[in-house]
């Protein structure tokens, strides 16, 4: 389990998809960006899948329903039933349908996606701040698409004192382009145009975790994501293990700035990690080795030292250099030239 007191990331001799039950992944930034698949994703998914591990797809993108998720992983050659997708639109609907009465008007700002949950709870989706009995303003990510308009309709509603909820906040979303403004810059708008703040359901929060577990049942699960505050941090306040890969937002120089919140279990490349056991970190001298690779902190800066070999073990010896001198904060060593060698 992940605890406040770990300093460098954990081991594993067996196979992640045999050490776990249950894979909870991320998809923007993990299995696929600007709608492709990131190399290697398609290929470690099945044989993980084939050799007993479930997956189920956890994702704060509150645009497209799960059945369209499912459609569009089983395109890319990932074979995905709609009730194997966990969205924060289901979620946040659960959420709201928890604090209002059956049957009650919900103002969309965002997708169908949001429209569908709403719908599976029991709660009506409307478009207009004006409509009469309206119990609430729910906010997810709309797409580039999205209208300003419709921002303004949230601050209306808002304004007059309905509750507002948010599927999630995450600041930005990785494309094939590279990254764009996410539903947190978006909420950040009618916030500032209403001084108000709304319940969040996605991940990092509780709600999130709380509907992955109810739809998957999940024992043992590992968390698999790409960015350090909401998937890794998500598994945090979960209590459960996870896996943090270099395919989407997050770099080296962020996780070895991480403070212990952010800091994952298992680091790998990318999907491929799942296929593998971790290798174990371990004191060397005043510092760190992993595979070949020794690292410490001195004089204000990470060195790293040895011929070494996977670039990735070097990066994981830094990782305990790194969070052991921050201890319960977060790194502020200088770790250019260190990381600069290994090429993360």
Request: with cysteine.
């Amino acid at each position: 389990m992940t605890r406040l007191s770990m300093t460098s990331p954990a081991a594993s001799e067996r196979s992640l998809h045999q050490a776990y039950d249950t894979a909870l992944l991320d998809l923007d930034g993990v299995v696929y960006a600007g709608g492709e698949a990131i190399a290697h994703a398609v290929e470690s998914l099945a044989a993980a899948r084939a050799d007993g591990m479930r997956l189920a797809y956890v994702t704060n993108n509150a645009l497209r329903t799960p059945g369209a998720v499912a459609e569009h992983l089983s395109e890319l050659g990932i074979p995905t039933e709609a009730a194997e997708v966990i969205t924060s639109a289901q979620a946040v609907a659960r959420l709201i349908a928890d604090q209002v009465e059956p049957g009650s008007k919900v103002l969309v700002i965002g997708g169908e996606g949001l429209r569908v949950a709403l719908r599976e709870r029991g709660l009506v989706p409307v478009e207009s701040a004006d409509e009469e009995g309206l119990a609430a303003v729910v906010q997810g990510y709309g797409g580039p698409e999205l209208a300003w308009a419709r921002f303004a309709e949230a601050s209306y509603a808002i304004n007059r004192g309905v509750p507002w909820y948010a599927s999630n906040t995450d600041l930005t979303i990785p494309g094939a382009r590279g990254i764009a403004p996410g539903n947190g810059a978006a909420v950040e708008v009618v916030r500032i145009a209403t001084g108000a703040r709304p319940q969040v359901a996605g991940k990092p929060l509780p709600p999130m975790h709380r509907e992955t577990v109810l739809r998957t049942g999940a024992k043992r699960p590992l968390v698999v994501g790409d960015r350090l505050d909401t998937d890794i941090e998500g598994a945090f306040n979960g209590e459960v293990d996870s896996l943090l890969v270099l395919t989407g937002v997050t770099d080296g120089a962020q996780l070895l700035r991480a403070e212990p919140r952010h800091r994952p279990t298992y680091v790998d490349r990318d999907l491929r990690g799942l296929l593998t056991g971790q290798p174990e970190v371990t004191p060397a001298g005043d510092g760190f080795g992993c595979g070949g690779w020794t690292a410490s902190a001195r004089d204000g800066v990470l060195e790293l030292g040895g011929e070494g070999g996977e670039p990735l073990d070097g990066l994981r010896a830094l990782c305990a250099a790194a969070w052991t001198a921050a201890g319960d904060g977060a790194c502020t060593l200088d770790a250019g030239k260190a990381l600069a060698r290994l090429g993360v």
